[in-house]
Structure formats: structure tokens, C-alpha cells
T-cell receptor, first 121, second 113 residues
């Protein structure tokens, strides 16, 4: 059973550059989430997908941020024109939500990847 | 909307002592409650969760937590701390549809020899 994988694990970029993170969820999971975590804080919800549909976006997700999950499997999170305030750990999680093809009840548990750490210089 | 408050950003205990990490939640619907642990430069790992049923839940590594609706609390305990328990612990709440999970700010646990 492979867990949630994220790539790259670390990214250092200069202010103004674009960056893209990829997340591969657990294969049978229909829900995928992005969170942001800054030093000394808990994860903050950014957005989530059920299959390929993006169902909710946080106010934290400015116009410079875009997330996609084109085929309902992997997802990408792109940050355009990065700013120093974007420096954080970006966490991806997946879950088996209600309405899944597996037909199992929603246990509510999220399975997290190891994160992608972004440093903007 | 749900929210979580973790009392104490840093807790320090001696090896073998009781661990108590406090969590209070706010939710307009019956909540699902979780405790996650995070080791340095790693993602979050589930320790235990409460969804329905028995209010005392047991998790991995000897941790347990009790859901107290009247106190809106879900405190995490372990009878005897081990050095390997040193980590960041996060309490989280979601509604039963799990459309989004909200985390507390975390409590860093230090275990002294």
C-alpha cells in the first residue's frame, strides 16, 4: 500500500518565479486536500477535490494559487509570482469520502504526504 | 464552522511521567475529532480518532483520548512518556461529512531523560 506522495520535497525559488507541486494520493481515495503549514502553526486548509471537481477553496488561496486534479487522480498546486510570504510547507492529503466507488463509509480520516517545503528568497 | 484550541504550545515532561495534551473544539454539528503527530520534516500521522460510539478511544503508541461533549474537549493522554514521543501534536475537528478538517496550532511535546 503506497501512501500519499508529494514532489518535490523541497523547492527553493526566487521571488517572482512560478512553482508547481504534485501530489499523488492513495489510489482508491476520491478526495484530495491541500493544506499549508507555516512554522509553529497547524495546517491551514487551502482547497479540496472530490474526484476531479474542486469543491471548496479557502480565502487563503489567492488568485496566484491554482490547483487542479484533471483526471481525478494526481493533483497539482501552482503558485505564480511567488512572494516571500508563500514560504511554507505544502501538505497534501487524501481520504475515502462518501460517494466513493469503493462504497465504504466516510471514516473522516485524512492520510497525509510528507509535504513539499517551499522557500522563497 | 468548526475550530480547535490547543492549550499550551509547549509541554515538557520527564520520561515515565504522565502526558496530558489539551484540546477544546467548537462545532455546530456532532464532530469527528482527531489527534495527529508530526515528527520533524515529516507529514502528519494519525494517532487516534473519535467518530461515534465509545467516548474513550485508544490509539497507537499507548495514547488515548476521551471525548467529553459537555466540556467540548478531546484531551490526549499517555500514562508513561517515552523519549520517542517527542514531537508536535495536532488536534483536529471535522464535520461528519469531512468536507474540511480544521487543525489546532499544535503542542510541542518535549520528553526529558
Amino acid at each position: 500500500d503506497t501512501g500519499v506522495s508529494q514532489d518535490p520535497r523541497h523547492k527553493i525559488t526566487k521571488r517572482g518565479q512560478n512553482v508547481t507541486f504534485r501530489c499523488d494520493p492513495i489510489s482508491e481515495h476520491n478526495r484530495l486536500y491541500w493544506y499549508r503549514q507555516t512554522l509553529g502553526q497547524g495546517p491551514e486548509f487551502l482547497t479540496y477535490f472530490q474526484n476531479e471537481a474542486q469543491l471548496e477553496k479557502s480565502r487563503l488561496l489567492s488568485d496566484r494559487f491554482s490547483a487542479e486534479r484533471p483526471k481525478g487522480s494526481f493533483s497539482t498546486l501552482e503558485i505564480q509570482r511567488t512572494e516571500q510570504g508563500d514560504s511554507a510547507m505544502y501538505l497534501c492529503a487524501s481520504s475515502l469520502g462518501s460517494g466513493s466507488a469503493a462504497g465504504r463509509p466516510d471514516t473522516g480520516e485524512l492520510f497525509f504526504g510528507e509535504g513539499s517545503r517551499l522557500t522563497v528568497l | 464552522a468548526q475550530s480547535v484550541t490547543q492549550l499550551g504550545s509547549h509541554v515538557s515532561v520527564s520520561e515515565g511521567a504522565l502526558v496530558l495534551l489539551r484540546c477544546n473544539y467548537s462545532s455546530s454539528v456532532p464532530p469527528y475529532l482527531f489527534w495527529y503527530v508530526q515528527y520533524p520534516n515529516q507529514g502528519l500521522q494519525l494517532l487516534l480518532k473519535y467518530t461515534t460510539g465509545a467516548t474513550l478511544v485508544k490509539g497507537i503508541n499507548g495514547f488515548e483520548a476521551e471525548f467529553k461533549k459537555s466540556e467540548t474537549s478531546f484531551h490526549l493522554t499517555k500514562p508513561s512518556a517515552h523519549m520517542s514521543d517527542a514531537a508536535e501534536y495536532f488536534c483536529a475537528v471535522s464535520d461528519q461529512g469531512n468536507n474540511d478538517m480544521r487543525f489546532g496550532a499544535g503542542t510541542r511535546l518535549t520528553v526529558k531523560p
